[in-house]
């Protein structure tokens, strides 16, 4: 059965850079039929996309956030992982990975990971 | 931004009620929505794509209608397990989601 476990600092300091891994296991992340995305959601509030990948790297961010996303993927780990630069209080959520299955023109997120609660804070 | 607005926000209801909540979107999105049902201090499930495909898994009191800017999620018979908040999201541009709908148990 197809598993997504995200890793990283639960604690990052204002200004610094937020990097987050996701490590696929149960399933290929080579598959052609599937992308891999990050999405968040503040304590209490409301979900937010960030962005997705293929694995042949191509990507597609967030207009909001572009300027501090970077997704990558590592295909012989079976990992992808998100950096977020100049992160605020704002950043403070818990982020998830997901597997985005490709059906009739988009992408829904169909397998998630637990999530991983990433707090900004000095 | 292809903004939706989920309604109502908030929804008390009692096991065996029949509930629907609504979405609507700023702008067309054909049929590239989806809906979500997330418990407490879990990651959502997807529970309908394109609308009104029922994800596998999922159980057939759950059904999801609409195209263009309106769209509806429909659970026909609520049992104990579905009390959850419930979220739309679209796919048409960059996804966006709704703020979210909570049913409670009345």
């Known amino acids: 059965q197809l598993q997504l476990q995200e890793s990283g600092p639960g604690l990052v300091k204002p200004s610094e850079t937020l990097s987050l891994t996701c490590t696929v296991s149960?399933?290929?992340?080579?598959?052609?039929?599937?992308?891999w995305g990050w999405i968040r959601q503040p304590p209490g509030k409301g979900l937010e996309w960030i962005g997705s990948i293929y694995y042949s790297g191509s990507t597609y961010y967030n207009p909001s956030l572009k300027s501090r996303v970077t997704i990558s993927v590592d295909t012989s780990k079976n990992q992808f992982s998100l950096k977020l630069s100049s992160v605020t209080a704002a950043d403070t959520a818990v982020y998830y990975c997901?597997?985005?299955?490709?059906?009739?023109?988009?992408?829904?997120?169909?397998?998630w990971g637990q999530g991983t609660l990433v707090t900004v804070s000095s | 931004d292809i903004q939706l607005t989920q309604s109502p926000s908030f929804l008390s209801a009692s096991v065996g009620d029949r509930v629907t909540i609504t979405c609507r979107a700023s702008?067309?999105?054909?049929?590239?929505l989806a809906w979500y049902q997330q418990k407490p201090g879990k990651a959502p499930k997807l529970l309908i794509y394109?609308?009104?495909t029922l994800q596998s898994g999922v159980p057939s009191r759950f059904s999801g209608s609409g195209s263009g800017t309106e769209f509806t999620l429909t659970i026909s018979s609520l049992q104990p397990e579905d009390f959850a908040t419930y979220y739309c999201q679209q796919l048409n541009s960059y996804p966006t989601f709704g703020q979210g709908t909570k049913l409670e148990i009345k």
């Open positions: 149960g399933g290929s992340i080579s598959s052609s039929s599937y992308y």
């Open positions: 997901a597997r985005l299955a490709s059906i009739v023109g988009a992408t829904y997120p169909d397998y």
């Open positions: 394109a609308a009104s």
């Open positions: 702008q067309g999105i054909s049929s590239y």
